[in-house]
């Protein structure tokens, strides 16, 4: 199976902040990367996919980026609606897996 | 509006099955691969498998963890998908997600999830 890390586990920020997650594949799995969001007793949101490409109705300020091995999530600029945790997956290579996730808590 | 319900959780012994069922409305069931994902407590994400569209002749893929015991199906008159788990194990306890896939392999909407819980 392909190994999906993040860092960091967990980051404290505040709201207007500039927020980076990074994940990482233990092996190329081209552009088939996605990012989730989710809250407590709620299902994932999709918010990427494809490394870059943004969900239909997700706010714009969030971003995604790389290929092959190393991707990163981007939130321009905190809003207290994204106070949550974070998961990247790899739909590359069967079975999907995902990273171990960051939550995103208040500083 | 996209809408996936999941139902049948519940307690169940070890060694012993449960089925859980998903109906989808707001889309074209038969069109999408749908897949089941579960998150045991305070966990992350695993996923469990997949059952792809007709035109992909309903093969299914699976974890793992699960292959051999858990079966997915579905029945697309009925616009639902099934996770048959036999042989439980406490390390099955999780809340269990349906999602639907687009072909393409993108999880895009999940269910409210229904919960699962192992134990004698």
């Known amino acids: 199976d392909i190994q999906m890390t993040q860092s960091p586990s967990t980051l404290s920020a505040s709201i207007g902040d500039r927020v980076t997650i990074t994940c990482r594949a233990s092996?190329?799995?081209?552009?088939?990367l996605a990012w989730f969001q989710q809250k407590p007793g709620k299902a994932p949101k999709l918010l990427i996919y494809?490394?870059?490409s943004l969900e239909s109705g997700v706010p714009s300020r969030f971003s995604g980026s790389g290929s092959g091995t190393d991707f990163t999530l981007t939130i321009s600029s905190l809003q207290p609606d994204d106070f949550a945790t974070y998961y990247c997956?790899?739909?590359?290579?069967?079975?999907?897996?995902f990273g171990p996730g960051t939550k995103v808590d208040i500083k | 509006e996209v809408q996936l319900v999941e139902s049948g959780g519940g307690l169940v012994q070890p060694g012993g099955s449960l089925r859980l069922s998903c109906v989808g409305s707001?889309?074209?069931?038969?069109?999408?691969?749908m897949d089941w994902v579960r998150q045991a407590p305070g966990k992350g994400l695993e996923w469990v498998g997949r059952?792809?569209?007709?035109?992909?002749?309903?093969?299914?893929e699976y974890a793992a963890s699960v292959k051999g015991r858990f079966t997915v199906s579905r029945d697309d008159s009925e616009n639902s998908v099934y996770l048959q788990m036999n042989s439980l194990k406490t390390e099955d306890t999780a809340v269990y997600y349906c999602?639907?896939?687009?072909?393409?392999?993108?999880?895009?909407?999940w269910g409210q999830g229904s919960p699962v819980t192992v134990s004698s």
């Open positions: 999602s639907r896939s687009p072909p393409g392999g993108i999880l895009d909407y």
């Open positions: 059952i792809r569209n007709r035109p992909r002749s309903y093969t299914t």
């Open positions: 707001g889309f074209t069931f038969s069109d999408h691969h």
């Open positions: 494809k490394a870059s």
């Open positions: 997956q790899q739909y590359k290579v069967y079975s999907f897996t």
């Open positions: 092996q190329s799995i081209s552009d088939s």
